[in-house]
């Protein structure tokens, strides 16, 4: 039995230290100052740490406005995704009906066309319909690519909150609406909050769909992406961006991993 | 206050039936149960009642008002789940109150009716918190406050006590039945337990398979069960059934039974009833087998197989031919296992069936 504890412990040492190393090295090139990091051999460990290195990628062209953007679109995309999945979540949790299961695959099924595929025809079209380079279309891909893990987060939150705690406030007077209003939806708040974080954090992070589809109104990652790729961005300007990026991620997910553990260790019944 | 009146009911799921065609009157200020095994149809009947299940058709009247196509808001019923289902994310207080502020009856009325139920139902030191810092007996009790502070026509209660613990559940019940009998409210009480029901119910209905099968007092449900079933399920332990031969010799009816002779109160009346073949079922209560150590008549002779004592008394189980039986004797009764005795059937208690339907013959 130890010696099958032994292994587990292992194991997660094993794939924390791969997660977290790498963010340990990025965060320390972050803070390294600028002619140490260039310096051979490379110090791991720095003898003084720096702002400059942030300073300077913030102050990069286009890199607060690309901010702003990116938090607009994942704004939009938690709204966008919540109005189509917050339904489908209660309906899914509440309801037997026909087509259930049909319903539950066709959300999970969306995961089967990785973006890759889709975003040249979703390009095109969105020239066409004039949604090439604007936030809302960004968002509108983020919101399909979130759809899936929302619903399934949504329909585990309404699970977890009794059905009948619904039925008792209906015999005490309530209608449905009003049930779902004063009992279900105070308790499944925090829930919803994890699931509109997350959601938070799949956009912020989405890379491949905003680089395709904005060329001005970059958001933070695909203008990242493209001063490195394109513009061959210096080695700190790479470092102190990559810990911009992770860190909201980072703290929003050590906030709520209670219940990213709790929602999806609830299997949709 | 109100009777109910249940009229042809019926609801199914898919082609499972849940209530096949119920009816049934409820009388003003009666203490109604169904009693049945899970499944039977019980629940659904209630929750039809309470407006959370849509029928297929039938009606429900309460009071005067034909409520059938009410929501349950509008039924003035009130209702206690079996999981409670009092609101996590609110005070005692607000639970209480929940249901009278939907109402939109004013704050001061509000307040003076709840602190009135939170006496009635010792729970006015718990109103400031939140349930899950009260025990399963206290949640219990907020659950019964917040449906009777309603002042509901008609209080419903799903399996309140099955989620207590034993010593508890006994003390609720007792609780249940003072409140009721200091309110007065119609109550329609869903059970599976049957010593439950027998406490409690001026009238159990005993359901199955959608169906009541026998709807009475106590009392004449546990003398005269209507059917096999209903004498199986109600007791502990339950009804003997025995399998028996109506024979006549020298001009006396008697039925025999186990390789002796019985002759059962009314038996005359039987003969015309029964099976062709002359076949019934003798049913007998445990308690209304006398135990001899020596041949008496019209006794039957068994052997003792294994003997427990079960605290006032002693529970026996015996084989006399091919039937295994179990009686109930005195602690005084000593028998070795193994040992024979003669049993006794007293007349007056035994309940002839038809052998095929299982249906009590009347007498």
């Known amino acids: 039995m130890t010696l099958r504890r032994l292994a587990t412990y292992s194991a997660a040492l094993v794939i924390g230290a791969w997660v977290a190393f790498p963010l340990l090295l990025i965060t320390l090139a972050a803070f390294t100052p600028r002619d140490v990091l260039y310096r051979w051999p490379r110090q791991i460990w720095p003898e003084r740490f720096t702002l400059d290195t942030i300073l300077f990628f913030v102050r990069s062209t286009g890199v607060l406005p690309s901010t702003w953007n990116s938090v607009l679109v994942a704004g939009m995309t938690i709204a966008l995704a919540f109005l189509l999945s917050a339904p489908a979540g209660y309906a899914l949790a509440r309801y037997r009906f026909r087509g259930r299961d049909a319903v539950q695959l066709a959300i999970l099924a969306t995961k089967m066309f990785p973006a890759t595929v889709l975003s040249i025809p979703l390009a095109v079209a969105f020239i066409r319909w004039g949604l090439y380079d604007t936030l809302l279309g960004v968002s509108i891909v983020h919101t399909a690519l979130s759809i899936p893990f929302v619903t399934v987060i949504i329909t585990s939150v309404f699970v977890g909150v009794s059905y009948e705690l619904e039925e008792a406030a209906m015999t005490l007077g309530t209608s449905r609406l009003q049930a779902f209003l004063r009992v279900t939806l105070p308790m499944a708040l925090p829930g919803l909050a994890a699931a509109a974080i997350f959601t938070f954090v799949l956009s912020w992070n989405e890379v491949f769909a905003a680089t395709i589809l904005t060329l001005n109104n970059r958001t933070l990652p695909a203008l990242i992406l493209n001063s490195v790729v394109a513009a061959g961005a210096p080695l700190h300007y790479r470092f102190a961006g990559g810990f911009f990026m992770v860190v909201p991620a980072l703290i929003i997910i050590f906030l709520i991993r209670r219940y990213l553990l709790t929602l999806w260790g609830v299997t949709v019944r | ?363």
């Open chain 2, 1 to 363: 206050m109100a009777k109910i009146v249940l009229a042809n009911l019926r609801k199914t799921y898919g082609s499972v039936v849940a209530i096949k065609d119920l009816s049934l009157e409820i009388l003003d200020g009666e203490f109604l149960v169904f009693l049945g095994p899970s499944g039977c149809g019980k629940t659904t009947t209630l929750r039809a009642l309470a407006g959370l299940e849509v029928l297929d058709r039938g009606r429900i009247v309460i009071g005067e008002r034909d409520v059938s196509t009410l929501p349950p808001g509008k039924r003035r019923i009130a209702m206690v789940f079996q999981s409670y289902a009092v609101f996590p994310h609110m005070r005692v207080f607000d639970n209480v109150a929940f249901g009278l502020r939907m109402r939109g009856i004013p704050d001061d009325e509000q307040r003076r009716r709840v602190e009135e139920v939170a006496a009635l139902l010792e729970i006015a030191d718990l109103l400031d918190r939140y349930p899950a810092q009260l025990s399963g007996g206290q949640r219990q009790r907020v659950a019964v406050a917040r449906a009777i502070v309603m002042r509901p026509d008609v209080l419903l209660m799903d399996e309140p006590l099955s989620n207590l613990d034993a010593l508890l559940r006994l003390h609720m019940r007792a609780e249940l039945k003072r409140l009721h009998r200091e309110t007065r409210s119609t109550t329609v009480y869903v059970t599976h337990d049957q010593v439950e029901a027998l406490s409690l119910g001026d009238r159990i209905a005993v359901m199955k398979e959608g169906e009541i099968v026998q709807c009475d007092t106590p009392a004449r449900i546990y003398d005269a069960p209507a059917s096999r079933f209903v004498g199986s399920f109600i007791g502990s332990p339950p009804m003997n059934f025995l399998t028996g031969t109506l024979r006549t010799v020298e001009g006396r009816l008697f039925v025999e039974v186990a390789g002796g002779r019985v002759a059962p109160s009314g038996i005359e009346r039987t003969v015309s009833k029964a099976r062709g073949d002359g076949t019934v079922i003798v049913g007998i209560r445990p308690e209304h087998i006398d135990l001899a150590p020596a041949p008496a008549p019209e006794s039957i002779v068994a052997h003792v197989v294994v003997m427990e004592p079960i605290g006032p008394q002693k529970l026996l189980t015996v084989r006399a031919g091919e039937e295994t039986l179990k009686v109930t004797a005195s602690l005084e009764f000593h028998a070795e296992e193994g040992q024979q005795i003669w049993l006794r059937l007293n007349p007056a208690r035994i309940r002839l069936m038809d052998a095929t339907t299982g249906a009590a013959i009347p007498a």
